[in-house]
């Protein structure tokens, strides 16, 4: 496993840490969506193809960790105005991608938290398969920073879902911040909004999709508890 520091040290940490004591369920619910949809391919983890079929739990981050889309009240998150930006646009992307599903999500002040599956076919999704290497999960990894010129990523792939995801958001805050004569530097590569890595894992099992959506869903209320507070 590489080393991870950081945010990813965080996610490594506080979440498995966190989802010992979690109470396991069913994946049922999440299933009922997409009957007949499509499945989970039994693809090794090693080499893994992030455009497919799957259910994937993502972190993005704030350069710096600035808190700046909002605060934490009564262990609920009330968005300012540029975390509306960061919520709209998020719920935009399920709807310009056919292929994303979003499941369960949170904006917080200065990271986001989801489970995002994706679709390319037609067939049911089969999310408790334990083909593979017989875990229930690839590893946190930090996802390496945009390729060298020349390269592509993949479509409908979480990289590039991510990349536009960050990209539509610092515009429409630049946009933001130039139409209200907000008197603050516009985000650009020199001044980033968001920390050029994401950080991601595959949810193989029920157990493991369970105990990641219920640390989702409390995450406001464990805010002052974070590491990235």
Known sequence: MPKLEGAGKYILVNLFE????????????????????YRIKSNRLQGWDYSSDALYFITI?????????????????????????????????????????????VIMPNHIHAIVGINNNEQKMNIGSTAGDGRDARPCVSTPPPQPAGLQRKPKSVSSFIAGYKSVVMNKIDDFIDKNYIYKPKYNRHNPLWQ???????????????????YIIDN??????DSLF
């Open 220 to 225: 406001p209320a464990n805010w002052y508890k």
């Open 18 to 37: 966190y989802i010992r004591h979690a109470n396991t369920g069913s994946i049922n619910d999440f299933m009922e969506k997409f009957r007949n949809k």
């Open 196 to 214: 050029v890595n994401y950080h991601d894992h595959i949810i193989r099992n029920d157990e493991s999709y369970h105990r990641i959506k219920k």
């Open 61 to 105: 981050v704030t350069a710096h960790r600035n808190c700046i889309f909002g605060e934490i009240q009564n262990g609920r998150m009330i968005y300012n105005e540029y975390g509306s930006i960061a919520n709209d646009e998020w719920l935009k992307s399920f709807e310009i991608r056919q292929e994303l599903f979003l499941d369960e999500y």
